[in-house]
T-cell receptor, first 114, second 108 residues
Framework: NAGVMQNPRHLVRRRGQEARLRCSPM?????VYWYRQLPEEGLKFMVY????????ESGMPKERFSAEFPKEGPSILRIQQVVRGDSAAYFC????????????FGSGTRLTVV | GQQLNQSPQSMFIQEGEDVSMNCTSS?????WLWYKQDPGEGPVLLIA?????ELTSNGRLTAQFGITRKDSFLNISASIPSDVGIYFC????????FGTGTRLQVFP
């Protein structure tokens, strides 16, 4: 059973381009979470999704950022018109039942905006 | 909003020493988790605590969930070089809230 798979591991985008980050949760995990980590800081919650539904997006900027978790395929975090301040590590986590099992994290996507 | 503060911010210790780190919160959590993050990787779960006052061990690691449900500590005994990394506490309510992290360096 593979862990939480994120790709790409590293992504370089020029200012104004779009960034698409993918996350395949572990098999049987229907809860997906996205976090952002700036250098030397902790992980900050962005969004919580269950299949086809956004449950909590309170940590996600209102503009330029969107997330989805379709019925088929990976969860996608999309950042439009990237700016330098979007440079960070973005982590995805999944869980079958967060209260009983906590979250399992992927290795992250490191986004660099140049 | 909910905030978890960890102390110390960083620690430099010699191999074989014991380590203790703390986490305090302004809010009550029903579940506390301790994660370790290696450079360039995602956090890995070390210990989960579900009941106030609970003391749980995982090998050389021991963690306790405070009675008030607003704090927790993590102890590492007889540290080894591979213990190097950043240790995060996290409180679970409707989502996981992470602490500020304790960076551990172990010298041989």
């Amino acid at each position: 059973n593979a862990g939480v798979m994120q790709n790409p591991r590293h992504l370089v985008r020029r200012r104004g381009q779009e960034a698409r980050l993918r996350c395949s949760p572990m098999k049987g995990h229907s809860h997906v979470y996205w976090y952002r980590q700036l250098p030397e800081e902790g992980l900050k919650f962005m969004v919580y999704l269950q299949k086809e539904n956004i449950i909590d997006e309170s940590g996600m900027p209102k503009e330029r950022f969107s997330a989805e978790f379709p019925k088929e395929g990976p969860s996608i975090l999309r950042i439009q018109q990237v700016v330098r301040g979007d440079s960070a590590a973005y982590f995805c986590a999944s869980s079958p039942d967060p209260v009983r099992y906590g979250y399992t994290f992927g290795s992250g996507t490191r986004l660099t905006v140049v | 909003g909910q905030q978890l503060n960890q102390s110390p911010q960083s620690m430099f210790i010699q191999e074989g020493e014991d380590v203790s780190m703390n986490c305090t919160s302004s809010s009550i959590f029903n579940t506390w988790l301790w994660y370790k993050q290696d450079p360039g990787e995602g956090p890995v779960l070390l210990i989960a605590l579900y009941k106030a006052g609970e003391l749980t061990s995982n090998g050389r690691l021991t963690a306790q969930f405070g009675i008030t449900r607003k704090d927790s500590f993590l102890n590492i005994s007889a540290s080894i070089p591979s213990d190097v990394g950043i240790y995060f506490c996290a409180g679970l309510s409707d989502k996981l809230i992470f602490g500020t992290g304790t960076r551990l360096q172990v010298f041989p």
